[in-house]
């Protein structure tokens, strides 16, 4: 089975710094690599499919990459808003695997 | 738009059964050749995928949960269902029904909340 593994599990940053997650997979998975959003009681929210496309009407402050087993994704001028728990996704073989998350607290 | 909301008990006892519907509105599930999935959330922590079941009928589960876990779909009742075999306190969750097969751009459910305790 292909493992997520994402990285910090959480972090601190303040309004208008430029953050960085990370998720790695055990295998190679080409592209297949989505990010997602969830705030708390919430459901999660796709932000990144296929490791780089931002989805309908996420913010432009959401960038990602990568491919193989590297992936990135970076949120630039941080908002209050952005404050949530951070999940990647691979999709392959019928299978669906989570990252174990990674909370991002705002100063 | 189409709309999901999870429904089933909220309590169940350990050694029973979990059983969800996802009940969809807004649009005919037998339309657009969509596939479904469970996804749940234990309490403070991350995200487990529980299965999906396509446009074919054709279900997959992940590993740890396979033999438990059923779906179905019934297209008179515009439903997806979800039953979870001999619960333990692990099972205690958030279930969710989420729209898609490779991501989940939505709709999701709000997600609702089974304990599994005497």
């Known amino acids: 089975d292909i493992q997520m593994t994402q990285s910090p599990s959480s972090l601190s940053a303040s309004v208008g710094d430029r953050v960085t997650i990370t998720c790695q997979a055990s295998?190679?998975?080409?592209?297949?690599l989505n990010w997602y959003q969830q705030k708390p009681g919430k459901a999660p929210m796709l932000l990144i499919y296929d490791a780089s496309n931002l989805h309908t009407g996420v913010s432009s402050r959401f960038t990602a990459s990568g491919s193989g087993t590297d992936f990135s994704l970076t949120i630039g001028s941080l908002q209050p808003e952005d404050a949530a728990t951070y999940y990647c996704q691979h999709y392959g073989n019928f299978r669906i695997t989570f990252g174990q998350g990674t909370r991002l607290e705002i100063k | 738009q189409l709309q999901l909301q999870e429904s089933g008990s909220g309590l169940v006892k350990p050694s029973q059964t979990l059983s969800l519907t996802c009940i969809v509105s807004?649009?005919?599930?037998?339309?657009?050749?969509?596939?479904w999935a469970w996804i749940r959330q234990p309490p403070g922590k991350g995200l487990e995928w529980i299965g999906s079941?396509?446009?074919?009928?054709?279900?997959y589960s992940t590993p740890s949960l396979k033999s438990r876990v059923t779906m179905s779909r019934d297209r008179s009742k515009n439903q997806i269902s979800l039953n979870l075999t001999s619960v333990t306190a692990a099972d205690t969750a958030v279930y969710y029904c989420?729209?898609?097969?490779?991501?989940?751009?939505?709709?999701w459910g709000q997600g609702i909340l089974v304990t599994v305790s005497s």
């Open positions: 295998q190679d998975i080409s592209n297949y």
């Open positions: 079941i396509y446009p074919s009928e054709k279900t």
């Open positions: 807004g649009g005919s599930i037998s339309s657009g050749g969509y596939s």
């Open positions: 989420a729209l898609g097969s490779a991501f989940f751009a939505g709709p």
